[in-house]
């Protein structure tokens, strides 16, 4: 899901339904690798067009098909949508409309429906109403119908210019005579419900006193068993979802300026193929922070793809150790280089941190649901205990990224973190959102004050792994 930027995939939901049921009706097509053709710039003209909203993107021709089926497949019962059109003459432009589309075949009373148009020599793009309160569309069996321009005519790349006086606009000003796309998509456009009254999580934002309590609790702290001297934290998640940003992230924060000592990258597969430990330093030269976050590649749909389940059970266990090799036709083998036979409390797992990009979260499969499923029963039997953390929450609510202390204030960002707990089978204070370092050269203390506080969590949490270990094993 996003709030105020791109996002891709998923049906409708509905008040009763949430984000689990969701997933689980998720077409099965191949939305996760898909991206929208906006430039940040068209983007936050179009979006300038509406309040605070997010744009899901629900239909790409060029990856669907330029027919009505495949487009009616994608975009009915949606509730309010925007189309975006494509030209050569790179012209961008097309019609939002507030109802569904529902191929009832009638024209649809809709006076918040609009055509619109962006170029390069526009600061701001154009937008017509309709000038007939009694009409907005035609909710046919094809491609947008707006009664002047008919997107996808004839199932194909083509806009017809058709009979109709409920949209007046010069057309070189609208499509520069241009009615041939090479790119049309559809938006859901949902309402992002503002800013809460009071936060639903309090957090001390008080600059770098509490950036330095926050720096300093994780510094002096000692795991409570003799045995262990770093607290060991595994990062598991899908491709792209920014289990090495975070790693980097909250090594910039300790080294004082952004560093990129881990792979990072939009690649289809994961920049991780190895399995990965990184001790973080307390200061440029200074002593090892009692902190070990563990890398892993990212968790793929296919059964011969990514992370295997059988190799995250190893990788609690101990068995793997660092620098090791991932076969992606194969589980971790005993015989393996980089495989330890008897590994000791000091090698084990203490705690499991799901990452998820909030950006992408309805992107998520059926099979990939189920594979987290999968995952999380068997760290439950091992009595691992488990974190989320929500990535890019800046680029999930405008209000977030406009200052990211509205984080939780953010009424669109509390209901992500609540669904997500339902899907993810966690409790909601179990759930973390936090911005990496990604595109600044310099580090901000709201950003380090986020990072700082899930770190701090994931330190509580395996607390509550050693207090299960044996009594003998515990401090004196």
């Given at each position: 899901?996003?709030?105020?930027?791109?996002?891709?995939?998923?049906?409708?939901?509905?008040?009763?339904?949430g984000?689990?049921?969701?997933?689980?009706?998720?077409?099965?097509?191949?939305?996760?690798?898909?991206?929208?053709?906006?430039s940040?710039?068209?983007?936050?003209?179009?979006?300038?067009?509406?309040?605070h909203?997010?744009?899901?993107?629900?239909?790409?021709?060029?990856?669907?098909?330029?027919?009505?089926a495949s487009?009616?497949?994608?975009?009915n019962?949606?509730?309010?949508?925007?189309?975006v059109?494509y030209?050569?003459?790179?012209?961008?432009?097309?019609?939002?409309i507030?109802?569904?589309?529902?191929?009832?075949?009638?024209?649809i009373?809709?006076?918040?429906?609009f055509?619109?148009?962006?170029?390069?020599?526009?600061?701001?793009p154009?937008?017509?109403?309709s000038?007939?309160?009694?009409?907005?569309?035609?909710?046919?069996?094809?491609?947008?119908?707006?009664?002047?321009l008919?997107?996808?005519?004839?199932?194909?790349?083509?806009?017809q210019?058709?009979?109709?006086?409920?949209?007046?606009?010069?057309?070189?000003?609208?499509?520069?005579?241009?009615?041939q796309?090479?790119?049309?998509?559809?938006?859901r456009v949902?309402?992002c419900?503002?800013?809460?009254?009071?936060?639903w999580?309090?957090?001390d934002w008080?600059?770098?006193?509490?950036?330095?309590?926050?720096?300093?609790?994780?510094?002096?702290?000692k795991?409570?068993?003799?045995?262990?001297?770093?607290?060991r934290?595994?990062?598991?998640?899908p491709?792209?979802?920014?289990?090495?940003?975070?790693?980097?992230?909250i090594?910039?924060v300790?080294k004082?300026?952004v560093?990129?000592?881990?792979?990072?990258?939009?690649?289809?597969?994961?920049l991780?193929?190895?399995?990965?430990?990184?001790?973080?330093?307390?200061e440029?030269?200074?002593?090892a922070?009692?902190?070990?976050?563990?890398d892993?590649?990212g968790?793929?749909?296919g059964?011969s793809?990514?992370?295997?389940?059988?190799?995250?059970?190893?990788?609690?266990?101990?068995?793997?150790?660092?620098?090791?090799?991932?076969?992606?036709?194969?589980?971790?083998?005993a015989?393996?280089?980089?495989?330890?036979?008897?590994?000791?409390?000091?090698?084990?797992?203490?705690?499991?941190?799901?990452?998820?990009?909030?950006?992408?979260?309805?992107?998520?499969?059926a099979?990939?649901?189920?594979?987290?499923?999968?995952?999380?029963?068997?760290?439950n039997?091992?009595?691992?205990?488990?974190?989320?953390?929500?990535?890019?929450?800046?680029?999930?609510?405008?209000?977030?990224?406009?200052?990211?202390?509205?984080?939780?204030?953010?009424?669109?960002?509390?209901?992500?973190?609540?669904?997500?707990?339902?899907?993810?089978?966690?409790?909601?204070?179990?759930?973390?959102?936090?911005?990496?370092?990604?595109?600044?050269?310099?580090?901000?203390i709201?950003?380090?004050?986020?990072?700082?506080t899930?770190?701090?969590?994931?330190?509580?949490?395996?607390?509550?792994?050693?207090?299960?270990?044996?009594?003998?094993?515990?401090?004196?």
């Open positions: 899901m996003t709030c105020g930027g791109k996002a891709t995939g998923g049906a409708r939901r509905t008040p009763s339904s984000l689990h049921s969701e997933l689980q009706t998720f077409l099965g097509d191949i939305m996760s690798v898909v991206r929208s053709s906006l940040a710039e068209q983007e936050k003209k179009l979006l300038s067009l509406f309040g909203v997010r744009l899901h993107l629900l239909y790409k021709a060029s990856v669907h098909g330029y027919s009505h487009f009616h497949h994608h975009c019962q949606q509730g309010p949508t925007v189309l059109a030209n050569k003459t790179g012209f961008v432009f097309g019609g939002y507030s109802k569904d589309y529902a191929e009832t075949g009638q024209a009373n809709d006076d918040k429906a055509l619109y148009s962006m170029s390069d020599q526009r600061e701001k154009l937008r017509v109403s000038t007939n309160g009694q009409y907005g569309f035609t909710d046919g069996n094809f491609g947008l119908n707006v009664g002047v008919w997107f996808l005519y004839n199932n194909t790349a083509t806009v210019v058709v009979a109709g006086n409920s949209y007046t606009f010069e057309a070189e000003e609208m499509h520069d005579n241009d009615l796309l090479t790119e049309c998509e559809v938006y949902e309402d419900g503002g800013l809460l009254e009071t936060p999580r309090n957090i008080e600059g770098y006193g509490t950036k330095d309590r926050l720096m300093n609790y994780i510094k002096n702290y795991p409570e068993v003799k045995s262990v001297v770093q607290a934290v595994l990062l598991v998640g491709v792209g979802a920014g289990k090495s940003s975070f790693f980097n992230s090594n910039s300790f004082g300026h560093t990129g000592q881990a792979n990072t990258g939009s690649a289809g597969n994961s991780t193929t190895q399995f990965r430990t990184y001790s973080i330093k307390a440029q030269g200074g002593k922070l009692p902190l070990v976050l563990c892993t590649m968790l793929e749909e059964p793809a990514g992370l295997d389940i059988d190799d995250i059970t190893s990788i609690l266990k101990g068995h793997v150790q660092d620098r090791y090799q991932f076969n992606p036709s194969m589980s971790v083998q015989d393996g280089v980089g495989y330890c036979k008897s590994p000791s409390l000091k090698d084990m797992i203490h705690c499991v941190v799901y990452v998820l990009d909030a950006c992408k979260v309805t992107l998520l499969s099979k990939m649901v189920d594979k987290l499923a999968a995952i999380r029963k068997g760290i039997k091992l009595g691992v205990p488990q974190l989320v953390l929500l990535t890019k929450v800046d680029e999930a609510c405008p209000l977030v990224r406009e200052d990211l202390t509205n984080v939780y204030l953010s009424h669109y960002i509390e209901r992500m973190t609540r669904e997500v707990s339902v899907c993810l089978g966690v409790s909601q204070s179990c759930v973390l959102p936090v911005k990496n370092y990604s595109r600044e050269f310099e580090l901000d709201h950003t380090d004050i986020l990072l700082l899930a770190v701090v969590q994931m330190l509580r949490y395996t607390d509550d792994y050693f207090d299960d270990q044996a009594g003998d094993q515990k401090s004196e």
